[in-house]
């Protein structure tokens, strides 16, 4: 079609034009577990987009949902005003989100919600008179998104140089990347709080009294799915609580069902002072994200008028109509299917398949967890990313869509998948390994 034919005109964001334009993958339809290319192809999409449709593509309720808004109404403010279904969709994340998070902030994105979750924590301490609490500790490979607060605090330290400035104050957790140490499943190991006592290093560093909040992903999805060793959340939680730090869980991916439960929270049993989500918040339909925080937080802010007004924080779309229309949906689609705990059941299946690789050309680790599996591939020397790449290549080639970051690959279908669709995923992906040189 002719509004196909200028691939010069989509700037497309995080992929060099050539490596589309060499072989265009043009996406036009989907539903449920696949995708339709342009070329009439049916793509098994084993991410569920990019960590977002969780539910499956094209669900009727949610499709019709969100038609039904639209007509009824397209917009709402939310400074000064509001809709009954924000209030609706905030009660019911509340009522999902591990107890004690009961306050919801509304954002656009997954981004945006850390940007919200950081100024809350900064605004929290001085509410409470700690205004000299303004250090943030991120992790190293953490990924927070692509504001100036995510990139400062994400541990990508390319992604970060590259704008040559970000937030002052900011230090990183060290996050070892040896696949004996990260490794949860299989009986792999410890270690967790030896590596969380990291914090400790730069509480005596700093002292606490300058630090304001920690944000982890309870399981580093984009930076290629690295588990947390047993008892490092735990022990995180244990030190904030000690020096009056908040924890941050960014769970913009592991939320809505990922892992096995509602939240990565539910699964590993930490409970942080402030959680933000996004992607599944609305199956990937409506651009959402959206900050949980707990009853000693919100207080905190509305414990007096100069304390709001120091909080001035909002998107013109926050709480969007449509948003929330989407969200009320796909939480009663989450929660009639069984869902959020669905990736519990299918955990074995998915563990089972991804270490089934693990003697194919150029793999040297392999992690799973829920619906998420990581297959890391060795290095081309001097020529990183290529040979993952070429696996992506050659996996859409036959029909499969998967995911890459660096040398990893990473699998996260839409919590509906089939046994069958999981046999048939990594089916696929050993073919590939095997024709890949
Ligand atoms: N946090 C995490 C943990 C993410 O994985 C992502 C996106 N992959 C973001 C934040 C940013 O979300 P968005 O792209 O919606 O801004």
């Known amino acids: 079609p002719a509004a196909t034919n200028n691939l010069d005109a989509f700037w497309m964001p995080f992929t060099a034009n050539r490596q589309f334009k060499d072989a265009p993958r043009m996406l036009v339809s989907a539903r449920d577990m696949h995708y339709v290319a342009a070329d009439g192809r ?3 999409d084993g991410t569920a987009g990019l960590w ?10 949610i499709v019709e949902a969100v038609q039904r808004q639209v007509a009824e109404l397209d917009y709402a403010p939310a400074f000064q005003m509001g809709h009954p279904k924000a209030f609706e969709f905030a009660s019911r994340l509340a009522a999902l989100a591990p107890a004690g998070l009961d306050h919801v902030f509304f954002a656009n994105s997954g981004s945006e919600a850390v940007d919200t979750a950081l100024k809350i924590a900064l ?12 250090r943030l500790i991120g992790r190293e490979r953490g990924y927070h998104g692509v504001g100036f607060g995510g990139i400062s605090v994400g541990g990508m330290v390319a992604n970060r140089r590259t704008f040559g400035l970000g937030l002052p104050g900011v230090d990183h957790l060290r996050h070892t990347h040896d696949p004996a140490r990260n490794a949860f499943t299989r009986g792999l190991p410890e270690h967790g709080a030896e590596l969380a006592d990291d914090l400790e290093r730069l509480v005596a560093l700093h002292g606490a009294e300058t630090i304001a909040a920690v944000i982890v992903e309870p399981l580093a999805g984009s930076t290629g799915v690295l588990l947390p060793p047993q008892g490092y959340l735990e022990r995180l939680r244990a030190i904030c609580d000690r020096h009056g730090i908040l924890l941050i869980f960014d769970e913009v991916i592991t939320g809505f069902g990922r892992l096995g439960a509602p939240f990565a929270s539910d699964r590993f049993g930490v409970t942080p002072d402030i959680m933000t989500t996004a992607k599944g918040v609305t199956n990937g339909v409506v651009p959402m994200g959206a900050v949980l925080a707990s009853e000693a937080i919100y207080k905190a802010f509305m414990s007096g008028p100069e304390h709001m007004i120091e909080l001035f924080h909002g998107y013109t779309y926050s709480g969007h109509p449509l948003a929330c229309a989407a969200g009320l949906a796909t939480l009663d689609t ?3 299917e069984g869902l959020l705990t669905r990736a519990a059941r299918m955990e074995k299946q998915l563990e089972d398949a991804a270490f089934a690789l693990q003697d194919l050309p150029h793999v040297i680790d392999i992690r799973a967890i829920g619906l998420v599996a990581a297959i890391e591939l060795e290095p081309i020397e001097g020529e990183p990313s290529r040979r993952a790449f070429s ?3 050659k996996a859409f080639e036959k029909g499969l869509m998967i995911r890459t970051t660096g040398d990893i690959i990473a699998l996260s279908p839409p919590l509906i998948v089939s046994e069958a669709q999981i046999d048939e995923m990594f089916g696929t992906l050993a073919d590939v390994l095997r024709e890949i040189g």
């Not at 977002?52 to 009727?60: F, L, S, Y």
């Not at 301490?125 to 700690?130: I, L």
């Open 42 to 44: 049916k793509i098994l």
């Open 52 to 61: 977002c449709v969780n539910a499956g593509h094209g669900r009727p309720k």
């Open 123 to 134: 605004a929290y301490h001085r509410a409470r008179g700690e205004g000299q609490r303004v």
């Open 334 to 336: 989450y929660q009639e």
């Open 391 to 393: 696996a992506f290549l």
